[in-house]
């Protein structure tokens, strides 16, 4: 089981490496990024206080986090749009947040009972900000079509 999961979290990484495909939908932009500065405040704030320790203070992750470490979990990965976080929706990015990794086999401790809705939206916020236009355009339309399947 254990090998599974490593197969199965080694696929999912070796994609991460890749730059955001081009527009799937070129006649759909994303909309502008209109972030609060007190949105963005708190979420940096929250980064700091809680992410940064491991994601790092620009959220540049760990510089082998695509690298199983000797008890084949992986370190944290970049936040600032180098890394896979912008190939999962925000309900993914969400629940990533709320639930942590460990029951997964990852290192990152769940965050629910630290963190309110609130402040996990600005801290989504704070990252994504950091993010090339063209990226967020990715993860935009990923995005959508995540809703869409929902509905």
Not at 68 to 82: E, F, I, Q, R, V
Not at 100 to 112: I, K
């Amino acid at each position: 089981m254990r090998a599974l999961l490593f197969v199965a979290v080694a696929t999912l990484l070796a994609g991460c490496n890749n730059p955001p495909p081009p527009s799937i939908n070129n006649a759909v932009a994303a909309p502008a990024r209109q972030y609060e500065a007190a949105q963005l405040g708190r979420g940096k704030a929250l980064f700091q206080a809680n992410c940064a320790v491991c994601h790092g203070a620009g959220a540049q992750g760990a510089f082998t986090w695509r690298v199983a470490g000797p008890d084949g979990k992986y370190l944290p990965p970049p936040l600032n749009g180098t890394g896979h976080a912008w190939h999962h929706p925000k309900a993914a990015l969400k629940q990533t947040i709320r639930q942590g990794t460990l029951a997964l086999g990852g290192n990152m401790p769940p965050w629910q009972d630290k963190l309110s809705e609130q402040d996990i939206e600005d801290l989504i916020a704070w990252f994504q900000s950091l993010w090339p236009d063209e990226v967020y355009q990715a993860w935009w339309e990923i995005d959508q079509r995540a809703l869409q399947a929902r509905r």
